[in-house]
Structure formats: C-alpha cells, structure tokens
C-alpha cells in the first residue's frame, strides 16, 4: 500500500520569509500523482498545486513551488514571500495510476505564519 | 459555478443511532469520495463512486455505505454509530476518470456522544 510521510508536524515562518515543507511517500508505480494542499480554519480543502510524476519539472503556482525527486520519492513545498493567509494544515497526497481519485494523505504539517 | 455542497453542517449523534450524510458535486461532475479526517487517523479514504457505481473502497467496516443517484449526488450513511465515528466528514467531486483535480465541500462535522 502506498504511504505519504509528512515529517514536519508543525512549522513556523515570518512574514515575507521563504519555507519549505517536507513530504516522502513510498510507491512501486512509475506514474502516478502527486498534491499539495491547504486546509485553512474554515475546514475546506483547497488545491495548492500538483505535480504529474512523468513530467521532469518542477511545478509552480505563483509563490507555491514543489522540489519534485522521483527517484528519492520525495516532494516538498515551497511557499515564498510567506503571507498570513498562507497560515493553515498542510496535506500531501498521493494518487495512483488505476486509482480513480482516492487520495492518499500525509498527517498534515501545521503552519503558521509570524507578522 | 457552485461548489461541492455538503448538509448538514453540523451533527450531534447518539452511540447506536444511524447517520447520513449528503453530498451535492459541482454540476458536471461524476465522480464523489468521502473522507474520515480524525486528529488520531488524519484523513482516511472511505470511498469513491462514479456514474452511480463504487469504484474504490478504502478499509472502514460494512457500517459505512455510500451511494450515488444519477444526479451525481452522494449519500453517506453509517450505521450503529461508535464514539469513535466522530469526525469531520469530507466530500471531494472531480470531473472525470483521470487527472483531474478534486474539489472539496466544508465537511460535515459528526460528534457522537
């Protein structure tokens, strides 16, 4: 069975400042995909960004990016110039190839953002 | 476009009662999987339905069932509820087979006493 390991159970940054959040997950396939998301007070899940595991580069939303290493199954976040609203749970998630859309969650790493 | 819509919001259930838990998708979805998030198991999938049929199960005893109507709407129901069946109870709609991105509701937060 395929598990996402999230290392970090909570994190802290300053304002403006540049994190990095960690996530390793352990799988036999080769294609597969892979998320990051955000789930703030308010308890909705919302889709930060995602990276397909048979494309080379890194994915990139505006000040979210990932460090995808396929070969090391790990896949990080990084959020840049951090804002309050960037405070909340952060989940990586695992989908398979012949999975449909289950999703597999890490445990979560809580951040929290200093003014 | 509306989103994923989940009622009620809010429940408060007896041990031993029988609960159920709806879940509109985002129009045009066919797909909808339901979550368990506890502080103790995180988020757990329960299972997923597409055109009216499970596609997947996750690993929750036979007191959890789902189903789907041909609206793509979605019922949850669990059966002789447990104190430890109290959680937040999340929907997620997707659009269709493959990659697509999964669109989450706010949940509905069960407590058993």
């Known amino acids: 069975a395929q598990t996402v390991t999230q290392s970090q159970p909570e994190m802290s940054v300053q304002e403006a400042e540049t994190v990095t959040l960690s996530c390793t997950y352990d799988t036999s396939e080769s294609d597969y995909y892979l998320f990051w998301y955000k789930q703030p007070p308010s308890r909705q899940m919302i889709l930060v960004i995602r990276q397909e595991a048979y494309k080379q580069q890194n994915a990139t939303e505006n000040r979210f990016s990932v460090n995808f290493q396929k070969a090391a199954k790990s896949f990080s976040l990084k959020i840049s110039d951090s804002q309050l609203g960037d405070a909340a749970m952060y989940f990586c998630?695992?989908?398979?190839?012949?999975?449909?859309?289950?999703?597999?969650f890490g445990g979560g790493t809580r951040l929290m953002v200093k003014p | 476009k509306a989103g994923v819509t989940q009622t009620p919001r809010y429940l408060i259930k007896t041990r031993g009662q029988q609960v159920t838990l709806s879940c509109s998708p985002i129009s045009g979805h066919r797909s909808v999987s339901w979550y368990q998030q506890t502080p103790g198991q995180g988020l757990q999938f329960l299972f997923e339905y597409f055109s009216e049929t499970q596609r997947n199960k996750g690993n929750f005893p036979g007191r959890f069932s789902g189903r789907q109507f041909s609206n793509s709407r979605s019922e949850m129901n669990v059966s002789t509820l447990e104190l430890g069946d109290s959680a937040l109870y999340l929907c997620?709609?997707?659009?269709?087979?493959?990659?697509?991105?999964?669109?989450f509701g706010q949940g509905t937060r069960l407590t058993v006493v």
């Open positions: 997620a709609s997707s659009a269709g087979v493959r990659l697509t991105e999964a669109f």
């Open positions: 998630a695992y989908r398979g190839p012949n999975a449909g859309n289950m999703l597999t």
